[in-house]
């Protein structure tokens, strides 16, 4: 059965960082584009990142262009997204999605 667990998520101020692991099973991370999701109540689903399968290309929306990085760890079938500068507008659960499977996705509060 293919799952995905993201974990890593909490309350941080503006300025700080977190790092969010999506961790998989039964499939294999590295065969598989990753790519991360933002929501916030009341609006739709945002794109964050992505990194593909084929040669380990990464994208990122333009609201998070050089802050987040996104990753993957073969040994431990894990992609991360390491989150730099965060700001207040970055509160939202963050999804990861891999294999046609989601997450059930980890809260991040920026907030003084």
């Known amino acids: 059965q293919k799952q995905l667990v993201e974990s890593g998520g909490g309350l941080v101020q503006p300025g700080g960082s977190l790092r969010l692991s999506c961790a998989a099973s039964?499939?294999?991370?590295?065969?598989?584009?990753v790519r991360w999701y933002r929501q916030t109540p009341g609006k739709e689903r945002e794109w964050v990142a992505v990194i593909f399968s084929s040669d380990g290309e990464t994208n990122y929306a333009d609201s998070v262009k050089g802050r987040f990085t996104i990753s993957r760890e073969n040994a431990k079938n894990t992609a991360y997204l390491q989150m730099n500068g965060l700001k207040v507008e970055d509160t939202a659960v963050y999804y990861c999605t891999a294999a046609g499977v989601w997450g059930q996705g980890t809260q991040v509060t920026v907030s003084s």
């Open positions: 039964g499939f294999t991370v590295s065969t598989h584009t």
